[in-house]
């Protein structure tokens, strides 16, 4: 099984619908978890899934040479409604698209070394698989400026041989400097909102201080968004700060839960893949890339963000709107130690004074025990939001007001059976 699946308690889901989960036994949960959020339209969207039952009866098929009208239907959609795309290429994965995004910036650049997020998740390849979310009796005390020690996820990589990758915290552009000024930084890669620890946003002038020193030192800066892009806006992470990345990636939401993944960018990029000499070209090739399933369901999924009544975005957002109140309601009455950090229909509560700035705070101040314990409590009351610590909760279109409301009273009977529940 994938680790991110190994949770407790063991559930064995069979189905869902809407904004709904129903397990093997035939209880029901409300979905916040959203298979880690790219269900933005809801489980088994109408229109999304007849898009891909349409495309398998009209006789299209994953053809194995050349280019498809799906693919170019998608790529002009894409560029379209995203401006900082110029060109794109599609895989599968958000795991592939990182890595390919990578190999893409050593490409243009000659440089290898690359800067990552403390507390970031950018896929599952042996250069990404590491200072995900450690605890901090192994990452040690704060470093800034500077990197922290390389934290391998699990065995099997190969990262003690050859380390080209360096750490850093969120929202520190000193210590982005700090690396650039001592190894041939050829790319950064982060999330634009730190989402693999719940929500923790950048600061102001994070960004934009990431594309000076992008331009001052002539690096790749890559927005990975596999969880921003669609979920607020149809324009990704890179409209809403008005940030341009050299390169982003996108999967989850683009498609409402189906598999593809894309890299897309400027094409001084972007044209490398094209590149005459095949030694300086990045090698990009899998059997299922442009699978007509993925193509279609994105299609459909990106003219329902664009054109659907009532915009989906505003639904969302007035449903987040309104789950943060009730939190903060609760723990204001209750006497709870905690604040809510919400952007738009993503949000995530830590058991500390203060939102979060980056990895190293979080786990610095946050109540790990009572979130897994609260988590695991609302699992049997019916709302599903993943038993792992500091994990995002999701909103999607298919959410109502009743279901923010029952779980707003879920929430409420949870921290008043907890034992030893966290007050401050």
């Known amino acids: 099984m994938s680790a991110n699946r190994a949770v407790l ?24 978890h959203a298979a880690f959020a790219p269900f933005l339209l809801g489980h088994n969207r109408e229109e999304v899934n007849r898009a891909v039952i349409d495309v398998l009866r009209s006789g299209a098929s994953l053809f194995g040479a050349g280019t498809t009208a799906l693919e170019g239907e998608l790529a002009e959609l894409l560029c379209t409604s995203l401006p900082h795309l110029e060109r794109v290429t599609f895989l599968n994965t958000g795991s592939e698209a990182d890595a390919t995004a990578l190999r893409i910036a050593r490409a243009v650049t000659g ?5 990552k997020i403390q507390g970031g998740y950018n896929g599952n390849s042996d250069e990404f698989a ?13 470093v800034s400026p500077g990197e922290y020690a390389c934290c391998p996820v699990g065995a099997g990589t190969v990262l003690g041989e050859a380390r080209f990758s360096h750490a850093v915290n969120f929202n520190d552009l000193e210590s982005v ?26 600061v102001p002038g994070y960004l934009e201080g990431l594309r000076a020193l992008a331009d001052e030192y002539e690096f790749a800066l890559i927005f990975d968004e596999v969880k921003t892009g669609f979920r607020h806006s149809v324009g990704g992470w890179a409209a809403v700060s008005g940030v341009t990345p050299d ?12 598999p593809i993944s894309l890299v897309g960018g400027k094409q001084r990029w972007m044209d490398q893949l094209r590149h005459p000499d095949p030694l300086k070209r990045p090698f990009v090739a899998g059997t299922y ?13 990106i003219k329902i963000l664009k054109s659907a009544t009532p915009d989906v975005y505003e639904h969302v957002g007035r449903l987040a709107a309104l ?30 004074d203060h939102v979060p700035r980056d990895w190293h705070d979080l ?13 695991r409590a609302l699992v049997d009351r019916g709302v599903y939001a993943v038993p792992v610590p500091t994990k995002q909760w999701s909103i999607s279109a298919a959410h109502t007001e009743l279901d923010i409301k029952f779980t707003l009273e879920q929430l409420d009977g949870a921290f008043a059976q907890m034992k030893n529940g966290v007050t401050a």
């Open 9 to 32: 308690p063991d559930i064995a889901f069979e189905r869902a619908h809407g904004a709904h989960l129903w397990d093997a036994d035939g209880n029901r949960y409300i979905d916040f």
């Open 111 to 115: 440089r290898t070394h690359f800067i």
């Open 130 to 142: 590491c200072n995900t979310a450690d605890p901090i009796a192994r990452i040690g005390p704060r």
């Open 177 to 202: 400097r700090w690396v650039c000024e001592r190894y041939p930084i050829g790319a950064m890669v982060l999330e634009p909102v730190l989402q693999n620890v719940g929500v923790i946003p950048p």
């Open 247 to 258: 390169l982003a990636v996108y999967g989850k939401a683009v498609a409402n839960g189906f």
């Open 289 to 301: 890339n442009g699978h007509p399933v993925g193509l279609s369901a994105a299609i459909a999924t």
């Open 323 to 352: 789950m943060e109140h009730g939190l903060r309601e609760i723990f204001d009455r209750r006497g709870i130690l905690a604040v809510v950090s919400r952007v738009n229909s993503a949000f995530s509560f830590y058991f500390m």
């Open 363 to 375: 786990a610095s101040h946050h109540d790990f025990d009572a979130d897994l314990r609260l988590r």
